[in-house]
Antibody, heavy 121, light 113 residues
Framework: QVQLQESGPGLVEPSQTLSLTCTVSGDSIGSGNYFWNWIRQPAGKKLEWLGR???????YYNPSLRSRVTISVDTSKNQFSLSLSSVTATDTAVYYCAREKMGPLGFFDYWGQGTLVTVSS | DVVMTQSPDSLAVSLGERATINCKSS????????????LAWYQQKSGQPLKLLIY???TRESGVPDRFSGSGSGTDFTLTISSLQAEDVALYYC?????????FGQGTTVEVK
């Protein structure tokens, strides 16, 4: 059974960089069969896609955040990571990692439980 | 970006009755190259990861009960739960993957009346 688990600080100060890691079990990121995604949801708002990456380093980012978002993959640890720079209170959200099948332009067949990140001093 | 709008925001249905959720996209999700609609449905129960229910608008994911069905084409789609069970109480989302960025509806809460 494929499982994804987000980890990282729950509190980030404004202007700093938010960093999260998604650990994958039950599948090998290095297999190259999928894209690995980050999605977030601020309280009371829609789910917002942040970006995707495959094991060969092909990345796509949401144009609305492109200059601040970086996604990387560590196949040796079977993990992928999110880095979001220059955060403000509007970046406070539940952050999810998800596996994308038949990507790019695919659907998300497995999700992590999500982790709440609050941006505050 | 493609805007996804679900209706209603919430609905209460008696156990054993039908529940219907609608999803409308701001542009067609039907690809002329493969005649597929790039639309998925997800279920989120409290404290659990989102679960894929339906993809290609009407293909049920493996293991999903057959009381869940998806229909529609182009810009208008429907998720139907034919006979609501207590374990179906959840938040449901539609999502388009026709274009980047993928976008989601605002969600519909299904409760037992």
């Amino acid at each position: 059974q494929v499982q994804l688990q987000e980890s990282g600080p729950g509190l980030v100060e404004p202007s700093q960089t938010l960093s999260l890691t998604c650990t994958v079990s039950g599948d090998s990121i290095g297999s190259g069969n999928y894209f690995w995604n980050w999605i977030r949801q601020p309280a009371g708002k829609k789910l917002e896609w942040l970006g995707r990456m495959n094991s060969w380093g092909r990345t796509y980012y949401n144009p609305s955040l492109r200059s601040r978002v970086t996604i990387s993959v560590d196949t040796s640890k079977n993990q992928f990571s999110l880095s979001l720079s220059s955060v403000t209170a509007t970046d406070t959200a539940v952050y999810y990692c998800a596996r994308e099948k038949m990507g790019p332009l695919g659907f998300f067949d497995y999700w992590g439980q999500g982790t709440l990140v609050t941006v505050s001093s | 970006d493609v805007v996804m709008t679900q209706s209603p925001d919430s609905l209460a249905v008696s156990l054993g009755e039908r529940a219907t959720i609608n999803c409308k996209s701001s542009q067609s999700l039907l690809s002329s190259s493969n005649n597929k609609n790039y639309l998925a449905w997800y279920q989120q129960k409290s404290g659990q990861p989102l679960k894929l229910l339906i993809y290609w608008a009407s293909t049920r994911e493996s293991g999903v009960p057959d009381r869940f069905s998806g229909s529609g084409s182009g810009t208008d789609f429907t998720l139907t739960i034919s006979s609501l069970q207590a374990e179906d109480v959840a938040l449901y989302y539609c999502q388009q993957y026709y274009s980047t960025p993928p976008t989601f509806g605002q969600g519909t809460t299904v409760e037992v009346k």
